[in-house]
Nanobody
Framework: QVQLQESGGDSVQAGGSLRLTCAAS????????MGWFRQAPGEEREVVAT????????YYADSVQGRFTISQTNAKNTLYLQMNSLKPEDTSMYYC???????????????????WGQGTQVTSPH
């Protein structure tokens, strides 16, 4: 089992920055997919960014490309999401996710991720 705990959510004016942190505990897999999803009220969950903990391959949603950066510690037990130039449309609950071991390609379907944190709220008002 993997436990994920997010932190760092806050209310920041548009144009500002935040860094989200995800602390992973339990059985840490050396080669799996981790990432961030978000969900706004009345909307479906959508991928923000993913990273393969084994080969380092990174994916960003088009909506955050160039503004957000996903990274991990060498120990693979902490995941970050640096968010710059925040926009009102980034307002959402952000979830840290992890998949099962042995995954070679990180997908954007939330059903592919077995472990989810409780979420941290990011608000960027107009």
């Amino acid at each position: 089992q993997v436990q994920l705990q997010e932190s760092g959510g806050d209310s920041v004016q548009a144009g500002g920055s935040l860094r989200l942190t995800c602390a992973a505990s339990g059985k840490i897999y050396r080669s799996t997919c981790m990432g961030w999803f978000r969900q706004a009220p009345g909307e479906e969950r959508e991928v923000v960014a993913t990273i393969h903990t084994g080969n380092g391959q990174i994916y960003y949603a088009d909506s955050v490309q160039g503004r957000f950066t996903i990274s991990q510690t060498n120990a693979k037990n902490t995941l970050y999401l640096q968010m710059n130039s925040l926009k009102p449309e980034d307002t959402s609950m952000y979830y840290c996710v992890s998949s099962r071991p042995g995954i070679t390609y990180c997908r954007v379907d939330p059903s592919e991720y077995n472990y989810w944190g409780q979420g941290t709220q990011v608000t960027s008002p107009h």
